[in-house]
């Protein structure tokens, strides 16, 4: 009689005519691609594998960086029995079930079990709160898998209880390492078909699937069976474009093309042209480029290109940054062009970038400028004795709040690193600097 454990448990074989994403799914750490922070030569997830001595963990990464993949080959390695189920089909009725299997288990038969729970954000609060007490015994190892922040998703009571492993999004050379590998494999992949495959054909399909190995598998999968007989079984850039029906603008991310691109996107937005900010901006996430590089690239030139001058920038695009991880594409692509807009139009100095590079050099310069005495912090008698401190000048005890006190090292005093322009808000920054060293002129007084 089949038990709920046995029904959990149970690894059925694999399918012949299952999808090739599954097909290729490694079952052992020598065929895993990437994350080798975690499971390269005496890394965390080999170490833990290898000595079978596995703990609660949380997997977090991007769709398709083998984080499904990590937990089977931990199922396949360990002594623990096994249990997965989705965070998306089971409930906490279901959870309890399963808890009790895993107690009996633990104390009839002394084996430890590892539970996975795909999608575990998934669950709600109380969801959560079952596997608590079952964690905390030892009872069950729970192994996560989320793509979305554990801090946020995860209840702080179980995630202290968790050892959370950042997954990277797979590389294009791993996803085109990857592919090659399908086209080849004869026994669980597309090799007796004797395909081949154009490396630009390789190049699309790793760029379009950015970074999610299953898409790629998926891709290629389509084009092995969309081949007419004259193709003569050879997968080509225009039948992989036929299939993700998508103009082939992609570029060597790697290669002048690429910055290319960025540049003009760059300066469109310093030259106040947010028709050409919008154009290159599409081009870039019509082209394959990573979406978050793009968001990047916006929040660097908010406080490079524009600073103080208009402070709602920055704020602009790291919003957009986030409105894309939190809609993906394509709707979250509109929130990188509503950044781009308003960068182009914003005010722009670069006087806080200016200020940066002129305090770097002194500091490089001055590497051992002591903090002046009389602003260090006096925590213990001694260091008052040695005059930390003293005469120091609170700022809320005189006139206006502002004192004439030197706060810079001796060797550096009178130095001025941030100077406004006379543009958006920096105009209202610099008649307070006007005003505040006209008031350092006059007589302090409490």
Known sequence: MMTLFDQFEQKPKQHPYAPLAERMRPSTLDQFAGQQHLVGKDKV?????????????IFWGPPGSGKTTLAKIIANSTDCKFISFSAVTSGIKQIKKVMETAKYHMQQRGKKTILFVDEIHRFNKAQQDAFLPFVEKGTIILIGATTENPSFEINSALLSRCKVFLLNKLTQAEIEGLLQNAVCDKDRGLGKKELTIDSKALQLIARFSDGDIRIAYNILELCA?????AQKGRIHADLVESIIQKKSLL?????????????????????????????????????????????????????????????????????????????????????????AVYLALAPKSNAAYKAYNQAK???????????????????????????????????HDYDQGITDQEHLPDTLKGRTYYRPTDRGFEKNLQKRMEYIQRQKKKPTTR
Do not use: C
Request: charged share 25%; proline share 5%.
């Open 45 to 57: 997830i080999r170490v833990m594998i290898e000595k079978d001595r596995i703990y609660s963990i």
């Open 225 to 229: 069976s969309a081949l007419e007989p």
């Open 361 to 395: 050099k002194d500091v490089l310069e001055h590497e051992a400028a002591p903090v002046p005495l009389h602003i260090r912090n006096a925590a213990t008698k001694l260091m008052k004795d040695f005059g930390y401190g003293k005469d120091y000048k609170y700022a």
């Open 251 to 339: 570029y060597d991310k790697a290669g002048e093309e690429h910055f290319n691109l960025i540049s003009a996107l760059h300066k469109s937005l310093r030259g106040s042209d947010p028709d050409a900010a919008v154009y290159w901006t599409v081009r870039m996430l019509e082209g394959g480029e990573d979406p978050l590089y793009i968001a990047r690239r916006m929040v660097r030139f908010a406080s490079e290109d524009i600073g103080l001058a208009d402070s709602n920038a920055l704020t602009i695009a790291l919003s957009a940054k986030e409105s894309f991880h939190f809609l993906g594409p394509p709707e979250g692509y509109l929130a990188l062009v509503q950044a």
